[in-house]
Every structure is written in C-alpha cells, then in structure tokens.
T-cell receptor
Framework: DAKTTQPTSMDCAEGRAANLPCNHS???????VYWYRQIHSQGPQYIIH???NNETNEMASLIITEDRKSSTLILPHATLRDTAVYYC???????????FGQGTRLTINP | GAGVSQTPSNKVTEKGKYVELRCDPI?????LYWYRQSLGQGPEFLIY????????DSGLPNDRFFAVRPEGSVSTLKIQRTERGDSAVYLC???????????FGQGTRLTVV
C-alpha cells in the first residue's frame, strides 16, 4: 500500500471548516483514499473514501487532486466533538488490511 | 447491539500468564480484523479473517499470539506467556466483505504487570 504523509497536528476554530491535507504521491491506479478518525479512548471510525472523484457524505467531503497525489478532508462546520486523530490511508481495492500511519491530531477550539 | 463488541474492556494480567480477548463482529460481516495500538501510535495490523480462515496473519508479532474464528462470527485473540511489551489496546474490526469499510470496536486495554 502507498505511504501517506500528514501534518502531525492542526488547530481549527469551532464553527469553521477544518481542512486536513494528505499527500500520497506514490498512489497506484487501483488504490482508494480512505479517511478514519479516532476520538480519545475509542476505536477508529470510518469517515469517507474515494478513488478519483470528489466525495461527500453527512460527515465530510473528500477532495482528490486530478493527479491523485494528494487529497483534503473537509469538515464543513467543525464542532468540539470533531477533536480527534484523523488518519489518511491508501488501500488497494480488495486489499485485506488498512495500514495506519501517525495521523493528524486535530484540535477544535471554542 | 449494532456495533462491534469487545470484551473485556480492560484486562490486567501478570507477566507470563495466558489471556484471551473476545470480539463479537457486526452480524453478517464476513471479514474480521485484529489490530494492536500502543500509546501515541496508529493501530498496527495483526491478523485478518475471511469467514473462518485466517487469510493474512502476517502482523502477528511471534508465535505467542494466535487467533481463531471457528464459526465465522466471534473471534478470540489468544496471547501466551504475556510480556510487559504486550501491553496495548487491542482493537477488533469487521466489514461486510473485504471491499467494504471496516467498523471498529472500542478495544480491550491489556496491561501486563
């Protein structure tokens, strides 16, 4: 699986959009970009995934660049409950496991 | 419940003892995963089951670790001769199949003293 690079930590004000970047410059054509988050003392929670088109669901939006070498997870109106570690993962279709990196620790400030 | 259930939530054991950690996946999910997470690190893959069989056990650190899923539902992670370095949160996840997103349990915090 391709490796991802994320900032170690980020801060965002409550009510603002949180934009979390991820670099995956060695991504292959059959690899999807997945985002999970982990709130303190809980298991990871699936957020969203995509291949090459932008995706949106009730939790977030995923913007993937045209060359697919980077992506951004957008939480449109961040709340205090969005404080968590966010993991960007690249995974081939049908791959048997998720490979987690260190993630980005996002802190939402009041 | 609708989610992945792991028991116990906390386990303290003495060095050298044997422990079993249980995972109840979401009903109907054929894929099941075990991960281990040390403090400040991302989850580390241990083993993956498709149905009853271990399709990928490449993450098990050594032969003291073993996992089973005899009926394709509940899984047990077994650790023999526990060491202090085994202390971590052990996470279980399940998915409908290997193409679907995985849902994680709350984890079992294992402390070896």
């Amino acid at each position: 699986d391709a490796k991802t690079t994320q900032p170690t930590s980020m801060d965002c004000a409550e009510g603002r959009a949180a934009n979390l970047p991820c670099n995956h410059s060695t991504i292959s054509g059959n690899e999807y970009v997945y985002w999970y988050r982990q709130i303190h003392s809980q298991g990871p929670q699936y957020i969203i995934h995509g291949l090459k088109n932008n995706e949106t669901n009730e939790m977030a939006s995923l913007i993937i660049t045209e060359d697919r070498k980077s992506s951004t997870l957008i939480l449109p109106h961040a709340t205090l409950r969005d404080t968590a570690v966010y993991y960007c993962i690249v995974r081939a279709q049908g791959a048997q496991k998720l490979v987690f990196g260190q993630g980005t620790r996002l802190t939402i400030n009041p | 419940g609708a989610g992945v259930s792991q028991t116990p939530s906390n386990k303290v054991t003495e060095k050298g003892k044997y422990v079993e950690l249980r995972c109840d996946p979401i009903s109907g999910h054929t894929a099941l995963y075990w991960y281990r997470q040390s403090l400040g690190q991302g989850p580390e893959f241990l083993i993956y089951f498709q149905g009853t069989g271990a399709a990928d056990d490449s993450g098990l650190p050594n032969d003291r670790f073993f996992a089973v899923r005899p009926e394709g539902s509940v899984s047990t992670l077994k650790i023999q001769r526990t060491e202090r370095g085994d202390s971590a949160v052990y996470l279980c996840a399940s998915s409908l199949n290997r193409y679907s997103e995985a849902f994680f349990g709350q984890g079992t915090r294992l402390t070896v003293v």
